[in-house]
């Protein structure tokens, strides 16, 4: 049986309803409708009181999922769109991301974020928050970039008794497709060496990891073997793995589709550049998306963020230094 | 809260003009979104989603033509095609913007509803629910402070959903304790995409939150422009005298879905044939037949004028450029020289 990344995230709810009494899932047209998206398509009917409708108040969505938590609950919260989740932000770093470290007490919330550009969604329904999450203590952020990564990630989610900031695709929900589910991948807090090379390393997470896996076969006709790793969680940070990766390569670019102003990307230059300094044979280049809000026409969309042709030459430039 | 009846004797000659004016507005609105809906399930010209505000001409169209381009301000939100209208937006924008045309108000940056020209008074909606009202608060704040405020009245509007933000409740406490010339009007379609009204708050009516809020309040039947007409007349000369924020709550039902896309399955057959799912721009065609303010011909050859009008607009949009990302600046800042490199 077949299965998109939004159908992964659909059985993992699924999965999560049936198999933990504590999971409830909460947001808005989640219910009946089955979310903006699809992705709780039926789960209403099949456990019902256990995924309800929110009125449209983010702030107050968070804090209720936080207040659960505080009563054994491990809840799910939709965001329409991560965009909304600002709406939310107070609670979620200063509520979530503090809870344990002030009272020892766990705070077990999910919170998915519906992330990335498509085309035509404009500056309020495309963008990626994992930098700006990342940057607070206290909350796990992962970036599932596979079908397989979307649905055992967030059963880990669930089972993490951190809260933990759900980044997942739009673009990937219905492009990306994987003909069985396999089996539990790496756990929360590594990354996965996707492809393996020797002149450099592309680190990328999320839908990036895509665009980076056809640069690398861009440049394999020329003769390149790019090493691609995905970093599945951009907090944890797998470490260990890039320095690994960077001995074998020497050449390092780190790829995020959020904006470029510090973030996950520059967070991976500094530390390889503290860490592995002695190890690069380039200084290490990030690639984000322009320093502007994300643009409504496809056209403008195309050259805001960074894609395939932007990582070749990066890469390229990379390789001849 | 005040509801205010409609009577024959309201039927003046003065009425009747502005019933028949305001009739225009929302029958432009709705030939101008039938078009991009059409063109939208055509495919190819429209850039991502769209969002219309079918069966809400009334209410939005009634609140706008009270307003004066150049005098007042309105921040128009996801259903307000027919305010806007009234307020004086051109077609152009409105096909531009949708299209994705260079030229337009947005340049290709943001689509659809998201327009706007705010130095003309016509704020640019943000998709995040609720946080126009605090932004037409502080114009009117910042123009009282210049003490060129005038009888100027500042307008947006809001959904039942839009309602339940932290946002419009910030905003319209602080708007009532600076006793802002602000009328809010809450379109209560009775539903927030697929959400019904009971998921999203438990008081009887929405306008019952104007007394929380030390604010007039006013309930209109939405699908009825004469009432509509009447009670934002009312409205908007209570705030440009000095009484403060308005909240004008009308109920009606959205006859379109949340957008194109969507086709509204989740809303019960029994909704759509009440009252609540009449169709303003039908009812009002009729009234102005029955009143001999228009004859039904008089009324189909305005259809087909204004129809010309759109066509010819979208043919013009069609021909001209799209966004040129190398021509485009990429800068978010006002200021020349504040960007930054970022090394590549
Ligand atoms: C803060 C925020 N959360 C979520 C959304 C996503 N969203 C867009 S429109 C909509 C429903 C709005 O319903 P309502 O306010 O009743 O207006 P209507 O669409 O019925 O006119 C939602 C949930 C949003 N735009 N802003």
Same mark, same amino acid.
């Given at each position: 049986?077949?299965?998109?990344?939004?159908?992964?995230?659909?059985?993992?709810?699924?999965?999560?309803?049936?198999?933990?009494?504590?999971?409830?899932?909460?947001?808005?047209?989640?219910?009946?409708?089955?979310?903006?998206?699809?992705?709780?398509?039926?789960?209403?009917?099949?456990?019902?009181?256990?995924?309800?409708?929110?009125?449209?108040?983010?702030?107050?969505?968070?804090?209720?999922?936080?207040?659960?938590?505080?009563?054994?609950?491990?809840?799910?919260?939709?965001?329409?769109?991560?965009?909304?989740?600002?709406?939310?932000?107070?609670?979620?770093?200063?509520?979530?991301?503090?809870?344990?470290?002030?009272?020892?007490?766990?705070?077990?919330?999910?919170?998915?974020?519906?992330?990335?550009?498509?085309?035509?969604?404009?500056?309020?329904?495309?963008?990626?928050?994992?930098?700006?999450?990342?940057?607070?203590?206290?909350?796990?952020?992962?970036?599932?970039?596979?079908?397989?990564?979307?649905?055992?990630?967030?059963?880990?989610?669930?089972?993490?008794?951190?809260?933990?900031?759900?980044?997942?695709?739009?673009?990937?929900?219905?492009?990306?497709?994987?003909?069985?589910?396999?089996?539990?991948?790496?756990?929360?807090?590594?990354?996965?060496?996707?492809?393996?090379?020797?002149?450099?390393?592309?680190?990328?997470?999320?839908?990036?990891?895509?665009?980076?896996?056809?640069?690398?076969?861009?440049?394999?006709?020329?003769?390149?073997?790019?090493?691609?790793?995905?970093?599945?969680?951009?907090?944890?940070?797998?470490?260990?793995?890039?320095?690994?990766?960077?001995?074998?390569?020497?050449?390092?670019?780190?790829?995020?589709?959020?904006?470029?102003?510090?973030?996950?990307?520059?967070?991976?230059?500094?530390?390889?550049?503290?860490?592995?300094?002695?190890?690069?044979?380039?200084?290490?280049?990030?690639?984000?998306?322009?320093?502007?809000?994300?643009?409504?026409?496809?056209?403008?969309?195309?050259?805001?963020?960074?894609?395939?042709?932007?990582?070749?030459?990066?890469?390229?430039?990379?390789?001849?230094? | 809260?005040?509801?205010?009846?409609?009577?024959?004797?309201?039927?003046?000659?003065?009425?009747?003009?502005?019933?028949?004016?305001?009739?225009?507005?929302?029958?432009?609105?709705?030939?101008?979104?039938?078009?991009?809906?059409?063109?939208?399930?055509?495919?190819?010209?429209?850039?991502?989603?769209?969002?219309?505000?079918?069966?809400?001409?009334?209410?939005? *169209?009634?609140?706008?033509?009270? /307003?004066?381009?150049?005098?007042?301000?309105?921040? +128009? %939100? #996801?259903?307000?095609? =027919?305010?806007?209208?009234?307020?004086?937006?051109?077609?152009?924008?409105?096909?531009?913007?949708?299209?994705?045309?260079?030229?337009?108000?947005?340049?290709?940056?943001?689509?659809?509803?998201?327009?706007?020209?705010?130095?003309?008074?016509?704020?640019?909606?943000?998709?995040?629910?609720?946080?126009?009202?605090?932004?037409?608060?502080?114009?009117?704040?910042?123009?009282?402070?210049?003490?060129?405020?005038?009888?100027?009245?500042?307008?947006?509007?809001?959904?039942?959903?839009?309602?339940?933000? *932290?946002?419009?409740?910030?905003? /319209?406490?602080?708007?009532?304790?600076?006793?802002? +010339? %602000? #009328?809010?009007?809450? =379109?209560?379609?009775?539903?927030?995409?697929?959400?019904?009204?009971?998921?999203?708050?438990?008081?009887?009516?929405?306008?019952?939150?104007?007394?929380?809020?030390?604010?007039?309040?006013?309930?209109?039947?939405?699908?009825?422009?004469?009432?509509?007409?009447?009670?934002?007349?009312?409205?908007?000369?209570?705030?440009?005298?000095?009484?403060?924020?308005?909240?004008?709550?009308?109920?009606?039902?959205?006859?379109?879905?949340?957008?194109?896309?969507?086709?509204?399955?989740?809303?019960?057959?029994?909704?759509?044939?009440?009252?609540?799912?009449?169709?303003?721009?039908?009812?009002?065609?009729?009234? #102005?037949?029955?009143?001999?303010?228009?004859?039904?011909?008089?009324?189909?050859?305005?259809?087909?004028?204004?129809?010309?009008?759109?066509?010819?607009?979208?043919?013009?949009?069609?021909?001209?450029?799209?966004?040129?990302?190398?021509?485009?600046?990429?800068?978010?800042?006002?200021?020349?020289?504040?960007?930054?490199?970022?090394?590549?």
């Amino acid at each position: 049986m077949s299965l998109t990344y939004l159908e992964a995230i659909r059985e993992a709810q699924y999965e999560a309803l049936n198999t933990r009494p504590e999971v409830f899932l909460y947001g808005q047209d989640i219910g009946t409708f089955g979310g903006a998206f699809k992705a709780t398509k039926g789960l209403s009917k099949e456990f019902p009181g256990r995924v309800i409708d929110s009125p449209i108040s983010e702030d107050a969505m968070v804090g209720v999922a936080i207040g659960a938590a505080i009563e054994g609950a491990r809840p799910i919260l939709e965001m329409q769109f991560a965009d909304f989740s600002s709406v939310g932000f107070n609670q979620i770093v200063n509520q979530a991301g503090t809870l344990f470290w002030r009272t020892q007490t766990p705070c077990p919330i999910t919170i998915r974020l519906p992330s990335g550009g498509t085309p035509g969604s404009g500056p309020f329904h495309s963008q990626s928050m994992e930098s700006i999450y990342a940057h607070y203590p206290g909350l796990v952020i992962v970036t599932p970039a596979t079908v397989d990564d979307a649905y055992w990630m967030l059963l880990d989610s669930v089972d993490l008794d951190d809260p933990v900031i759900f980044c997942e695709h739009k673009f990937l929900y219905y492009h990306l497709k994987a003909d069985a589910l396999g089996g539990r991948g790496l756990p929360i807090g590594k990354a996965r060496i996707v492809r393996p090379g020797r002149h450099a390393t592309v680190v990328a997470y999320s839908a990036m990891v895509h665009e980076a896996l056809r640069a690398a076969d861009e440049l394999a006709l020329d003769g390149y073997q790019i090493e691609v790793v995905d970093l599945r969680s951009v907090k944890p940070l797998d470490t260990e793995t890039l320095l690994g990766s960077i001995a074998r390569t020497g050449r390092i670019l780190c790829v995020g589709e959020s904006f470029p102003w510090g973030g996950v990307t520059a967070e991976v230059v500094a530390r390889i550049t503290a860490e592995a300094f002695h190890l690069l044979d380039a200084p290490p280049m990030r690639l984000n998306s322009k320093d502007t809000p994300i643009p409504y026409h496809p056209n403008l969309w195309k050259a805001h963020r960074p894609t395939v042709t932007t990582i070749t030459e990066s890469l390229k430039h990379l390789l001849r230094y | 809260m005040t509801t205010l009846e409609v009577a024959d004797a309201d039927w003046t000659p003065e009425f009747g003009r502005k019933y028949m004016a305001a009739f225009q507005v929302m029958q432009r609105a709705r030939l101008m979104e039938n078009k991009i809906g059409a063109l939208y399930r055509s495919g190819g010209q429209v850039v991502g989603g769209v969002y219309l505000g079918r069966g809400q001409e009334a209410f939005s *169209g009634g609140l706008g033509v009270q /307003l004066q381009k150049g005098k007042d301000i309105y921040a +128009p %939100l #996801i259903r307000d095609q =027919a305010g806007r209208v009234a307020f004086g937006e051109e077609e152009l924008d409105f096909f531009r913007t949708y299209l994705g045309a260079a030229p337009g108000p947005m340049r290709g940056r943001d689509g659809n509803i998201h327009r706007g020209r705010p130095k003309e008074g016509l704020l640019a909606m943000i998709s995040h629910l609720g946080s126009m009202v605090s932004v037409v608060a502080g114009c009117l704040l910042a123009r009282r402070m210049a003490g060129r405020l005038g009888d100027a009245v500042g307008a947006t509007s809001i959904g039942d959903g839009g309602t339940s933000t *932290g946002a419009f409740h910030e905003a /319209l406490n602080l708007a009532a304790v600076e006793k802002l +010339p %602000l #009328i809010v009007s809450v =379109a209560n379609n009775q539903f927030a995409y697929s959400t019904p009204n009971d998921r999203q708050f438990a008081c009887e009516t929405l306008v019952d939150r104007a007394k929380g809020y030390g604010v007039r309040g006013w309930s209109v039947d939405a699908t009825d422009l004469a009432q509509c007409l009447k009670t934002f007349e009312a409205a908007v000369a209570e705030a440009r005298a000095g009484g403060g924020p308005q909240l004008v709550e009308g109920c009606l039902l959205r006859l379109s879905g949340h957008g194109e896309h969507d086709d509204a399955a989740y809303v019960p057959d029994a909704i759509r044939h009440s009252r609540l799912g009449q169709d303003c721009l039908l009812r009002a065609e009729k009234q #102005i037949v029955a009143r001999g303010l228009a004859s039904e011909s008089e009324i189909e050859q305005w259809a087909a004028r204004v129809q010309k009008e759109i066509d010819a607009v979208v043919v013009q949009v069609a021909r001209e450029p799209r966004p040129d990302p190398y021509r485009e600046r990429w800068e978010a800042f006002s200021v020349r020289g504040m960007v930054e490199g970022f090394a590549e």
